[in-house]
């Protein structure tokens, strides 16, 4: 927070020297730069497990893709945009089937749903989309579509369980 404090110089010489040996490593694909912080004073026995998520300025996942769970207005708004959207009768096709969910849910990073729909998505897909930890996030018609995207797409979730060793991937080295 303060620039001239110790910890923040260290911090951004850190940075600094993950930027040069990455450009030095010239890799084809952009690198994901993660943050590891240990929690002190936390016993994972006692304190069995804690989850949340955490809104970065920056998206740090780029090319993360979302599906959005429609009715007609947002599928319109969706095909402007260009992200990736779905029906009712396109979930009503998977006709429960636990293998094509689960590769339904496997191949998007997180789902966003028509508020109106939001209800009636477990009752089409079962708890597929709950077990894979990617239940949709609602949006009202009134709400910016594309907004609400670069939201979800900025925001790291966590979750601790036995361990007190928290990861997050916070950035990419062509930020």
Do not use: W
Not at 21 to 33: D, G, I, L, Y
Not at 119 to 132: F, K
Not at 159 to 168: D, R
């Amino acid at each position: 927070r303060d620039p001239d404090s110790r910890d923040y110089q260290t911090v951004r010489e850190a940075i600094s020297t993950i930027v040069a040996h990455a450009k030095a490593a010239n890799r084809p694909f952009v690198e994901t730069v993660e943050l590891q912080v240990t929690l002190k004073g936390i016993d994972p026995k006692k304190d069995k497990r804690f989850s949340g998520s955490i809104q970065l300025p920056n998206n740090p996942r780029p090319k993360g893709a979302i599906c959005i769970i429609a009715d007609a207005h947002h599928m319109e708004e969706a095909a402007k945009l260009g992200i990736d959207c779905i029906d009712m009768d396109g979930l009503a096709k998977f006709n429960k089937d636990k293998k094509l969910i689960k590769k339904f849910a496997k191949k998007y990073d997180a789902f966003i749903a028509t508020n109106t729909l939001i209800r009636r998505i477990p009752r089409v897909l079962g708890p597929g989309l709950a077990r894979a930890g990617k239940n949709p996030i609602a949006v009202a018609h009134g709400a910016d579509l594309m907004a609400q995207v670069t939201s979800l797409q900025s925001t790291v979730k966590f979750q601790l369980k036995k361990v007190i060793c928290l990861n997050l991937a916070v950035g990419n080295v062509a930020m």
